[in-house]
Protein backbone atom coordinates (compact mmCIF):
# COMPACT_ATOMS: atom_id res chain seq x y z
CA UNK A 1 0.00 0.00 0.00
CA UNK A 2 2.85 2.13 0.65
CA UNK A 3 4.32 2.07 -2.87
CA UNK A 4 1.06 2.85 -4.17
CA UNK A 5 1.20 5.94 -2.02
CA UNK A 6 4.25 7.09 -2.82
CA UNK A 7 3.24 6.42 -7.08
CA UNK A 8 -0.04 8.33 -6.35
CA UNK A 9 2.03 10.96 -4.93
CA UNK A 10 4.38 11.61 -7.50
CA UNK A 11 1.94 11.06 -9.89
CA UNK A 12 -0.33 13.84 -9.00
CA UNK A 13 3.25 16.42 -8.88
CA UNK A 14 3.27 15.52 -12.31
CA UNK A 15 -0.14 16.41 -13.09
CA UNK A 16 0.39 19.55 -10.78
CA UNK A 17 4.03 20.22 -12.83
CA UNK A 18 2.21 20.09 -16.34
CA UNK A 19 -0.57 22.27 -15.34
CA UNK A 20 1.19 25.11 -13.14
CA UNK A 21 3.73 25.47 -16.51
CA UNK A 22 1.26 25.54 -18.91
CA UNK A 23 -0.63 27.76 -16.48
CA UNK A 24 2.45 30.29 -16.03
CA UNK A 25 3.10 30.45 -20.09
CA UNK A 26 -0.57 30.87 -20.57
CA UNK A 27 -0.08 34.31 -19.29
CA UNK A 28 2.52 36.34 -21.32
CA UNK A 29 3.66 37.00 -24.68
CA UNK A 30 5.59 34.77 -26.37
CA UNK A 31 7.94 37.09 -28.04
CA UNK A 32 9.47 37.65 -24.69
CA UNK A 33 11.22 36.53 -21.89
CA UNK A 34 8.32 34.82 -20.24
CA UNK A 35 8.29 32.80 -23.65
CA UNK A 36 9.65 28.88 -23.32
CA UNK A 37 11.02 29.32 -26.45
CA UNK A 38 12.82 32.86 -26.33
CA UNK A 39 16.21 33.27 -26.83
CA UNK A 40 18.42 30.39 -25.54
CA UNK A 41 15.34 27.95 -25.39
CA UNK A 42 14.72 28.19 -28.97
CA UNK A 43 18.79 28.13 -29.46
CA UNK A 44 18.37 24.34 -27.68
CA UNK A 45 15.33 23.55 -29.59
CA UNK A 46 15.65 24.70 -33.27
CA UNK A 47 17.67 21.43 -33.56
CA UNK A 48 14.02 19.64 -34.15
CA UNK A 49 12.35 21.44 -36.72
CA UNK A 50 15.07 21.85 -38.69
CA UNK A 51 15.96 18.28 -38.70
CA UNK A 52 12.44 16.97 -38.73
CA UNK A 53 10.20 20.20 -40.62
CA UNK A 54 13.13 22.01 -42.69
CA UNK A 55 16.02 19.54 -43.49
CA UNK A 56 18.66 22.15 -42.61
CA UNK A 57 17.76 24.25 -45.07
CA UNK A 58 16.99 28.36 -43.87
CA UNK A 59 14.94 28.99 -46.58
CA UNK A 60 12.45 26.50 -45.58
CA UNK A 61 12.17 28.12 -42.79
CA UNK A 62 9.18 30.44 -41.96
CA UNK A 63 9.60 34.49 -42.39
CA UNK A 64 11.86 35.93 -39.50
CA UNK A 65 11.81 32.88 -37.31
CA UNK A 66 15.26 33.44 -35.39
CA UNK A 67 14.15 37.13 -34.55
CA UNK A 68 10.30 36.01 -33.72
CA UNK A 69 12.33 33.08 -31.05
CA UNK A 70 14.26 35.97 -29.43
CA UNK A 71 17.85 35.08 -31.70
CA UNK A 72 18.44 32.29 -29.82
CA UNK A 73 19.59 30.96 -33.23
CA UNK A 74 20.51 32.55 -36.64
CA UNK A 75 18.73 31.71 -40.04
CA UNK A 76 21.90 32.47 -42.69
CA UNK A 77 19.81 33.13 -46.16
CA UNK A 78 22.88 33.92 -47.68
CA UNK A 79 24.41 30.71 -47.31
CA UNK A 80 21.29 28.93 -46.24
CA UNK A 81 22.40 27.42 -42.64
CA UNK A 82 20.91 27.42 -39.34
CA UNK A 83 23.02 28.03 -36.93
CA UNK A 84 22.76 27.92 -33.01
CA UNK A 85 26.09 27.82 -30.68
CA UNK A 86 24.22 25.60 -27.95
CA UNK A 87 24.14 21.62 -28.50
CA UNK A 88 21.70 19.31 -29.39
CA UNK A 89 21.34 17.49 -26.09
CA UNK A 90 18.35 19.23 -24.90
CA UNK A 91 17.13 18.70 -27.99
CA UNK A 92 17.24 15.26 -27.72
CA UNK A 93 15.71 14.72 -24.48
CA UNK A 94 13.07 16.68 -25.76
CA UNK A 95 12.66 14.59 -28.74
CA UNK A 96 10.08 11.48 -27.48
CA UNK A 97 7.68 14.76 -27.10
CA UNK A 98 8.12 16.62 -30.30
CA UNK A 99 7.70 13.66 -32.25
CA UNK A 100 4.45 12.32 -30.16
CA UNK A 101 2.88 15.73 -30.24
CA UNK A 102 3.73 16.54 -33.86
CA UNK A 103 2.24 13.08 -34.29
CA UNK A 104 -1.10 14.10 -32.70
CA UNK A 105 -0.94 17.14 -34.55
CA UNK A 106 -0.75 15.67 -37.96
CA UNK A 107 -3.75 13.74 -37.03
CA UNK A 108 -5.71 16.25 -35.70
CA UNK A 109 -5.47 18.99 -37.64
CA UNK A 110 -2.58 18.77 -39.92
CA UNK A 111 1.15 19.79 -39.73
CA UNK A 112 1.93 22.97 -38.23
CA UNK A 113 5.39 25.72 -38.42
CA UNK A 114 7.86 25.52 -35.98
CA UNK A 115 7.47 27.32 -32.80
CA UNK A 116 3.96 27.47 -32.75
CA UNK A 117 1.36 26.36 -29.78
CA UNK A 118 2.61 22.97 -30.55
CA UNK A 119 6.19 23.07 -29.58
CA UNK A 120 5.79 25.12 -27.21
CA UNK A 121 3.57 22.65 -25.39
CA UNK A 122 6.08 20.11 -26.38
CA UNK A 123 8.52 22.32 -23.97
CA UNK A 124 5.74 22.38 -21.52
CA UNK A 125 5.56 18.74 -20.87
CA UNK A 126 8.67 17.89 -21.56
CA UNK A 127 11.02 19.89 -18.71
CA UNK A 128 8.13 18.52 -15.86
CA UNK A 129 7.91 15.12 -16.88
CA UNK A 130 11.36 14.54 -16.71
CA UNK A 131 12.18 16.42 -13.48
CA UNK A 132 9.20 14.65 -11.77
CA UNK A 133 11.42 11.30 -13.25
CA UNK A 134 14.16 12.78 -11.45
CA UNK A 135 12.99 12.96 -8.41
CA UNK A 136 11.64 9.60 -8.43
CA UNK A 137 14.75 8.58 -9.03
CA UNK A 138 16.47 10.38 -6.11
CA UNK A 139 13.35 9.57 -4.16
CA UNK A 140 14.54 6.05 -4.61
CA UNK A 141 18.17 6.65 -3.57
CA UNK A 142 17.31 8.24 -0.53
CA UNK A 143 14.76 5.55 0.59
CA UNK A 144 18.16 3.32 0.99
CA UNK A 145 19.19 5.68 3.73
CA UNK A 146 16.15 7.29 4.98
CA UNK A 147 12.42 6.65 5.83
CA UNK A 148 10.09 7.19 3.18
CA UNK A 149 8.89 10.32 4.88
CA UNK A 150 12.00 11.65 4.89
CA UNK A 151 13.04 10.97 1.47
CA UNK A 152 9.80 12.22 0.09
CA UNK A 153 9.67 15.32 1.99
CA UNK A 154 13.38 15.86 0.87
CA UNK A 155 12.81 15.74 -2.91
CA UNK A 156 9.30 17.81 -2.53
CA UNK A 157 11.77 20.17 -1.04
CA UNK A 158 14.19 19.94 -3.14
CA UNK A 159 11.86 21.24 -6.03
CA UNK A 160 8.94 23.02 -4.59
CA UNK A 161 12.23 24.81 -2.61
CA UNK A 162 14.64 25.54 -5.02
CA UNK A 163 14.88 27.38 -7.89
CA UNK A 164 14.60 23.40 -9.55
CA UNK A 165 10.96 25.09 -9.16
CA UNK A 166 11.52 28.15 -11.30
CA UNK A 167 13.52 26.24 -14.00
CA UNK A 168 10.53 23.74 -14.56
CA UNK A 169 7.94 25.73 -14.43
CA UNK A 170 8.78 29.40 -15.41
CA UNK A 171 11.50 28.36 -17.51
CA UNK A 172 11.25 25.23 -18.85
CA UNK A 173 13.37 25.56 -22.23
CA UNK A 174 16.30 25.77 -20.25
CA UNK A 175 18.91 23.12 -20.28
CA UNK A 176 19.02 23.06 -16.59
CA UNK A 177 15.86 21.07 -15.82
CA UNK A 178 17.43 18.35 -18.42
CA UNK A 179 20.73 17.85 -16.80
CA UNK A 180 18.64 17.31 -13.76
CA UNK A 181 16.90 14.46 -15.06
CA UNK A 182 20.13 13.31 -16.25
CA UNK A 183 22.28 13.70 -13.11
CA UNK A 184 19.19 11.45 -11.07
CA UNK A 185 19.41 9.11 -13.94
CA UNK A 186 23.50 8.56 -13.71
CA UNK A 187 23.09 7.83 -9.88
CA UNK A 188 20.51 5.99 -9.88
CA UNK A 189 22.08 3.47 -12.94
CA UNK A 190 25.15 3.79 -11.28
CA UNK A 191 23.41 2.61 -7.80
CA UNK A 192 21.75 -0.37 -9.74
CA UNK A 193 25.04 -1.23 -11.77
CA UNK A 194 27.26 -1.38 -8.74
CA UNK A 195 25.43 -3.69 -6.87
CA UNK A 196 25.46 -6.28 -9.08
CA UNK A 197 29.03 -8.25 -9.66
CA UNK A 198 29.87 -7.00 -12.18
CA UNK A 199 29.12 -4.51 -15.16
CA UNK A 200 27.43 -5.83 -18.15
CA UNK A 201 27.83 -4.51 -22.04
CA UNK A 202 24.44 -3.02 -21.39
CA UNK A 203 25.16 -1.36 -18.21
CA UNK A 204 28.58 0.06 -19.90
CA UNK A 205 26.56 1.40 -22.69
CA UNK A 206 24.03 3.03 -20.60
CA UNK A 207 26.71 4.70 -18.50
CA UNK A 208 28.43 5.67 -21.56
CA UNK A 209 25.40 7.34 -22.93
CA UNK A 210 24.01 9.03 -19.89
CA UNK A 211 27.77 10.33 -19.20
CA UNK A 212 28.19 11.36 -22.84
CA UNK A 213 24.89 13.70 -23.06
CA UNK A 214 25.53 15.01 -19.76
CA UNK A 215 28.79 16.66 -20.85
CA UNK A 216 26.66 17.62 -24.29
CA UNK A 217 24.29 19.63 -22.81
CA UNK A 218 26.82 21.50 -20.84
CA UNK A 219 30.79 20.93 -20.51
CA UNK A 220 30.84 21.66 -17.39
CA UNK A 221 28.72 18.79 -16.20
CA UNK A 222 32.21 17.22 -15.95
CA UNK A 223 31.73 18.24 -12.72
CA UNK A 224 29.14 16.09 -11.93
CA UNK A 225 30.56 13.00 -13.63
CA UNK A 226 33.68 13.49 -11.43
CA UNK A 227 31.45 13.50 -8.27
CA UNK A 228 29.31 11.18 -9.06
CA UNK A 229 31.47 8.19 -8.27
CA UNK A 230 31.82 8.64 -4.92
CA UNK A 231 28.30 9.18 -4.58
CA UNK A 232 26.49 6.13 -2.47
CA UNK A 233 30.05 5.21 -0.60
CA UNK A 234 30.99 5.77 3.31
CA UNK A 235 34.35 5.34 2.71
CA UNK A 236 37.29 6.18 0.40
CA UNK A 237 38.56 2.97 0.21
CA UNK A 238 34.98 1.63 -1.01
CA UNK A 239 34.43 4.14 -3.34
CA UNK A 240 37.76 3.40 -4.90
CA UNK A 241 36.77 -0.43 -4.88
CA UNK A 242 33.88 0.01 -6.77
CA UNK A 243 34.67 2.39 -9.56
CA UNK A 244 37.03 -0.09 -10.65
CA UNK A 245 34.30 -1.90 -11.72
CA UNK A 246 33.55 1.03 -13.81
CA UNK A 247 37.32 1.41 -14.84
CA UNK A 248 37.65 -1.61 -16.16
CA UNK A 249 39.34 -1.95 -20.00
CA UNK A 250 36.06 -3.57 -21.48
CA UNK A 251 33.61 -1.08 -19.41
CA UNK A 252 35.29 1.84 -20.89
CA UNK A 253 35.74 0.97 -24.20
CA UNK A 254 31.72 0.30 -24.54
CA UNK A 255 31.08 3.27 -22.19
CA UNK A 256 33.64 5.72 -25.07
CA UNK A 257 31.27 3.88 -27.58
CA UNK A 258 28.46 5.32 -26.53
CA UNK A 259 29.42 8.34 -25.74
CA UNK A 260 30.86 8.42 -28.87
CA UNK A 261 27.64 7.90 -30.83
CA UNK A 262 25.97 10.65 -28.09
CA UNK A 263 28.59 13.37 -29.76
CA UNK A 264 28.93 12.71 -33.59
CA UNK A 265 25.83 14.46 -34.58
CA UNK A 266 27.24 17.35 -32.70
CA UNK A 267 30.68 17.12 -34.35
CA UNK A 268 28.36 16.88 -38.05
CA UNK A 269 26.56 19.77 -37.09
CA UNK A 270 29.42 22.17 -36.09
CA UNK A 271 31.02 21.13 -39.30
CA UNK A 272 27.94 22.08 -41.35
CA UNK A 273 27.23 25.25 -38.95
CA UNK A 274 30.78 26.50 -38.38
CA UNK A 275 33.26 24.45 -41.01
CA UNK A 276 35.00 22.78 -38.31
CA UNK A 277 34.19 19.23 -36.68
CA UNK A 278 35.62 20.81 -33.39
CA UNK A 279 34.61 24.70 -32.54
CA UNK A 280 33.87 26.98 -29.35
CA UNK A 281 30.45 28.62 -30.64
CA UNK A 282 30.29 30.60 -27.94
CA UNK A 283 32.31 33.58 -29.48
CA UNK A 284 33.87 36.25 -26.95
CA UNK A 285 32.29 34.11 -24.16
CA UNK A 286 34.44 32.30 -21.60
CA UNK A 287 36.05 32.38 -18.53
CA UNK A 288 37.42 35.69 -18.24
CA UNK A 289 37.66 35.89 -14.45
CA UNK A 290 39.55 32.97 -13.15
CA UNK A 291 41.88 34.99 -11.23
CA UNK A 292 39.43 37.15 -9.78
CA UNK A 293 35.85 35.37 -9.53
CA UNK A 294 32.51 37.13 -8.43
CA UNK A 295 32.32 34.44 -5.61
CA UNK A 296 30.74 37.10 -2.87
CA UNK A 297 28.33 38.56 -6.16
CA UNK A 298 27.74 34.84 -7.21
CA UNK A 299 26.09 33.53 -3.91
CA UNK A 300 24.76 36.53 -2.36
CA UNK A 301 23.80 39.29 -4.58
CA UNK A 302 20.40 40.15 -4.84
CA UNK A 303 21.42 40.18 -9.14
CA UNK A 304 19.98 36.26 -9.01
CA UNK A 305 22.64 35.10 -5.98
CA UNK A 306 22.57 31.70 -4.70
CA UNK A 307 21.24 32.36 -1.22
CA UNK A 308 18.80 34.89 -1.65
CA UNK A 309 16.68 33.01 -4.35
CA UNK A 310 17.40 29.63 -2.89
CA UNK A 311 17.79 30.04 1.45
CA UNK A 312 17.73 25.94 0.71
CA UNK A 313 21.58 26.07 0.62
CA UNK A 314 21.94 27.06 3.88
CA UNK A 315 20.60 23.48 4.81
CA UNK A 316 22.54 21.87 2.35
CA UNK A 317 25.49 23.03 3.85
CA UNK A 318 24.20 22.09 7.26
CA UNK A 319 24.01 18.44 5.98
CA UNK A 320 27.46 18.76 4.84
CA UNK A 321 28.52 18.49 8.00
CA UNK A 322 25.98 15.89 9.25
CA UNK A 323 27.39 13.88 6.94
CA UNK A 324 30.85 14.28 7.90
CA UNK A 325 30.51 14.00 12.23
CA UNK A 326 28.16 11.31 11.22
CA UNK A 327 31.09 9.25 9.10
CA UNK A 328 30.08 9.72 5.61
CA UNK A 329 33.11 12.16 5.22
CA UNK A 330 32.85 10.71 1.25
CA UNK A 331 29.78 12.23 0.37
CA UNK A 332 30.08 15.65 2.52
CA UNK A 333 34.01 16.24 1.11
CA UNK A 334 32.39 15.71 -2.42
CA UNK A 335 29.56 17.79 -2.11
CA UNK A 336 31.09 20.48 -0.29
CA UNK A 337 34.04 20.26 -3.14
CA UNK A 338 31.41 19.80 -6.06
CA UNK A 339 29.50 22.99 -4.74
CA UNK A 340 32.93 25.00 -4.55
CA UNK A 341 34.54 24.30 -7.85
CA UNK A 342 30.88 24.62 -9.45
CA UNK A 343 30.75 28.56 -7.83
CA UNK A 344 34.51 28.95 -8.54
CA UNK A 345 33.89 28.39 -12.21
CA UNK A 346 30.41 30.02 -12.38
CA UNK A 347 31.98 33.09 -11.02
CA UNK A 348 34.41 32.94 -13.33
CA UNK A 349 32.44 33.25 -16.52
CA UNK A 350 32.75 36.55 -18.06
CA UNK A 351 29.17 37.19 -16.93
CA UNK A 352 28.94 35.55 -13.90
CA UNK A 353 24.60 36.04 -12.96
CA UNK A 354 24.33 34.49 -16.25
CA UNK A 355 22.19 36.65 -17.72
CA UNK A 356 18.72 36.83 -17.29
CA UNK A 357 18.38 33.77 -14.90
CA UNK A 358 16.48 33.42 -11.39
CA UNK A 359 19.33 32.47 -8.64
CA UNK A 360 22.56 31.36 -9.24
CA UNK A 361 21.23 29.12 -11.81
CA UNK A 362 24.22 26.73 -12.16
CA UNK A 363 23.96 25.06 -9.59
CA UNK A 364 20.24 23.72 -10.12
CA UNK A 365 20.96 21.23 -12.21
CA UNK A 366 23.50 20.07 -9.08
CA UNK A 367 20.21 19.52 -6.24
CA UNK A 368 20.50 16.20 -7.74
CA UNK A 369 23.66 16.00 -5.49
CA UNK A 370 22.85 18.38 -2.93
CA UNK A 371 19.46 15.92 -1.58
CA UNK A 372 22.13 13.95 -0.03
CA UNK A 373 22.96 16.48 2.65
CA UNK A 374 20.13 18.30 2.73
CA UNK A 375 18.17 15.08 3.61
CA UNK A 376 20.71 14.51 6.32
CA UNK A 377 19.79 18.10 7.58
CA UNK A 378 15.88 16.57 7.79
CA UNK A 379 16.67 13.26 9.44
CA UNK A 380 18.52 14.95 12.27
CA UNK A 381 15.80 17.63 12.90
CA UNK A 382 13.02 15.24 12.81
CA UNK A 383 15.58 12.82 15.11
CA UNK A 384 16.70 15.84 17.76
CA UNK A 385 13.61 17.74 17.73
CA UNK A 386 10.08 17.29 16.58
CA UNK A 387 8.67 15.75 13.09
CA UNK A 388 6.99 18.65 13.13
CA UNK A 389 10.36 21.14 12.48
CA UNK A 390 11.49 19.31 9.28
CA UNK A 391 7.52 19.96 7.82
CA UNK A 392 7.80 23.40 9.06
CA UNK A 393 11.16 24.03 7.75
CA UNK A 394 10.06 22.43 4.25
CA UNK A 395 6.59 24.86 3.90
CA UNK A 396 8.46 27.88 5.07
CA UNK A 397 11.29 27.19 2.00
CA UNK A 398 8.47 26.59 -0.22
CA UNK A 399 5.97 29.48 0.25
CA UNK A 400 9.07 31.49 0.01
CA UNK A 401 10.47 29.56 -3.30
CA UNK A 402 6.51 30.50 -4.88
CA UNK A 403 6.14 33.43 -3.56
CA UNK A 404 9.94 34.75 -5.14
CA UNK A 405 8.81 32.66 -8.19
CA UNK A 406 5.65 34.34 -8.64
CA UNK A 407 7.14 37.76 -8.24
CA UNK A 408 9.79 37.53 -10.19
CA UNK A 409 9.41 39.21 -13.69
CA UNK A 410 11.89 38.47 -16.84
CA UNK A 411 15.10 39.58 -15.44
CA UNK A 412 16.38 41.79 -12.70
CA UNK A 413 17.38 45.32 -13.42
CA UNK A 414 17.66 46.50 -10.05
CA UNK A 415 21.53 46.36 -9.45
CA UNK A 416 23.75 44.08 -7.27
CA UNK A 417 23.17 45.03 -3.89
CA UNK A 418 19.53 46.62 -3.87
CA UNK A 419 18.35 45.02 -1.01
CA UNK A 420 15.18 47.76 -1.54
CA UNK A 421 13.95 46.36 -4.23
CA UNK A 422 14.48 42.94 -3.53
CA UNK A 423 12.33 43.21 -0.43
CA UNK A 424 10.22 44.86 -2.86
CA UNK A 425 10.23 41.42 -4.50
CA UNK A 426 9.54 39.18 -1.03
CA UNK A 427 6.88 41.34 0.24
CA UNK A 428 5.35 42.85 -2.96
CA UNK A 429 2.57 41.42 -4.84
CA UNK A 430 3.00 38.46 -7.42
CA UNK A 431 3.52 39.62 -11.35
Known amino acids: MK ?43 VYLPATFQYGFDAAKFPAKADSLAGHGFTIDNSSGVVRTKYTYGVALLELPFYL ?44 IRHSVRTSMMSVFALFAGSNLFFYTVSDPG ?16 Q ?20 AGL ?31 KLLKPSTIAWAALAAALVWIPQFVYWKYAFGSYLTWPYTNEGFTELTSPKIALFWFST ?5 PYAPIFLFVLIGMGILWSSGEKVLAVVSFATLTLVSYLS ?59 YSYGACWFEGDWNWSAYGDLIFGPTK
Open 100 to 143: TAHGIGAIVGGPEPAFGDIDHAVVCVASPVLVTVGLYLLFLLLK
Open 3 to 45: NVGVLAFFLCLLGLNIFLTFNYHSHGSRQSYHGALWADRGGYF
Open 214 to 244: ILLVRPTNIVFLVASLFVGHRTLQDALEHSQ
Open 174 to 189: MSHAYSFFLFAALLSA
Open 191 to 210: DRILRGSQVSVGSALLLGGL
Open 347 to 405: ASWWVWHFGCGFGSRTLVEYFALFVFPFAATVNTMKLRWSSLIPVLVVLTLVIFELKIT
Open 303 to 307: NNGAL
